[in-house]
């Protein structure tokens, strides 16, 4: 079992950055993949980043890629995603999420979800 606990949301104005945080519990925190997704208002939640077990490997959305940075601190059992440029349209709960490694994409088949931080950009 994992729970995860994000924080780290606001409210922003359009070129500013905010730093998103995601405490996990227990112990094989490194065995997880972990990832941010995102859902705005009237949308269906959508993949932002992930980033393996042993921060190897990173993903992105292509509307996220360039701007924002996944990482993790196992050592602290925690992820974090350093978002710049913001945008309006990057208004949005985040959510982080974590999953045992699966053959799949790096979007796919998460089971453990926090419980989301709201980050509003204004224009």
């Known amino acids: 079992q994992v729970q995860l606990v994000e924080s780290g949301g606001g409210l922003v104005q359009a070129g500013d950055s905010l730093r998103l945080s995601c405490a996990a519990s227990?112990?094989?925190?490194?065995?997880?993949?972990m990832g941010w997704f995102r859902q705005a208002p009237g949308k269906e939640r959508e993949f932002v980043a992930a980033i393996s077990g042993s921060g190897g490997r990173t993903y992105y959305a292509d509307s996220v890629k360039g701007r924002w940075t996944i990482s993790r601190a196992t050592a602290k059992n925690t992820v974090s995603l350093q978002m710049n440029s913001l945008k309006p349209e990057d208004t949005a709960v985040y959510y982080c999420?974590?999953?045992?490694?699966?053959?799949?994409?790096?979007?796919?088949?998460?089971?453990?979800w926090g419980q989301g931080t709201q980050v509003t950009v204004s224009s």
């Open positions: 227990g112990r094989t925190f490194i065995s997880y993949d």
């Open positions: 999420a974590a999953r045992l490694p699966v053959a799949a994409g790096p979007e796919s088949l998460f089971y453990y």
